[in-house]
């Protein structure tokens, strides 16, 4: 589960960056990592299948949270922070797909925010450079 552990730390550099509408992000992503974080700690220690339910409930505020990111890096290119956006849509839309044995959505959605975030990573090093 990325995020549930390093969510705290994750949350803290988004903050202190100058995104846009930062409060959907201070709001949304705090907001997910509390929910999937007692999923995990249900699904762990006391082996119930409702904390399964309880993580993928918390991943879809992820998405939300991801608005203020979406909204800066389309500042910097429509087209690589559309598909890190929607990439991460699909990939929560996914999650529960996994519950039969069709997680493959997810994957692809991965894969598109991935390349979104590759996309966005290389613009931002040929800025620097």
Do not use: C
């Not at 800066?72 to 044995?101: D, E, Q």
């Amino acid at each position: 589960m990325r995020g549930t552990l390093a969510g705290g730390e994750e949350v803290r550099y988004y903050h202190l960056a100058r995104l846009e509408k930062p409060k959907i992000m201070d709001y949304f992503a705090i907001l997910a990592i509390i929910i999937t974080l007692a999923g995990l700690i249900i699904a762990t220690f006391l082996r119930e299948f409702l904390g399964i339910e309880i993580i993928v409930v918390g991943y879809t505020f992820e998405p939300i949270a991801g608005i203020s990111i979406y909204l800066t890096a389309n500042k910097i290119n429509k087209v690589f922070s559309s598909l890190f956006f929607w990439g991460a849509v699909i990939f929560t839309a996914g999650l529960p797909l996994y519950l039969v044995n069709f997680g493959y959505l997810s994957i692809i959605g991965d894969v598109i925010k991935m390349l979104g975030i590759i996309g966005l990573l290389s613009l931002s090093r040929k800025v620097k450079a």
